[in-house]
């Protein structure tokens, strides 16, 4: 093989390699749209990490600066219940763990007036600016990952 062309390769494989490498990270760790908080939110949700069967959801918790595991973040949890209706039996509050991981179980969030399935997250972390957003499932799906990205103080 042509020493040229080796040098060429060698140089390209490297220019993808850094390149990927110092594009990717900060794309990951881009801060987690907000979205609205609505009108059923309700302070002191329960610690538990179940309020139904038939939809999972997990994730991790991340800081943008660093993208570093964020653990012990409260990640508030509230959706309409199978009668389509917000009451206590569908919040809950679930705590990420040192790997900044949060696993959720509930029911298939149903549409109601006009909004498509959805479940509230509310999320706060010691040192970090509080969270408000939305987890829209997919169609016909059982389970669904939403990665969550917090911004330092």
């Not at 570093?68 to 917000?86: F, H, Q, T």
């Not at 705590?95 to 991981?101: E, L, N, Q, V």
């Not at 909004?115 to 997250?121: F, K």
Request: one cysteine or more; aromatic letters at 14%.
């Amino acid at each position: 093989m042509d020493r040229r062309y080796c040098l060429k390769f060698f140089f390209f494989f490297a220019f993808t390699l850094l390149a990927t490498a110092s594009f990717a990270e900060p794309e990951k760790c881009r801060p987690t749209e907000p979205d609205e908080l609505g009108p059923f939110y309700r302070a002191g949700a329960p610690v538990r990490a179940s309020v139904g069967k038939g939809y999972i959801l997990t994730g991790t918790v991340r800081s943008s600066k660093g993208c570093s595991a964020i653990r012990n973040a409260e990640i508030e949890l509230w959706l309409v219940g199978p009668d389509v209706k917000y009451d206590a039996a569908h919040r809950a509050t679930v705590i990420s763990d040192d790997k900044g991981a949060f696993r959720f179980e509930s029911n298939y969030p149903k549409p109601y007036v006009g909004r498509p399935p959805h479940i509230h997250l509310r999320v706060t972390a010691k040192g970090f600016i509080p969270l408000v957003t939305q987890h829209y499932p997919a169609k016909g799906k059982s389970a669904g990952v939403f990665d969550l990205v917090l911004m330092p103080e």
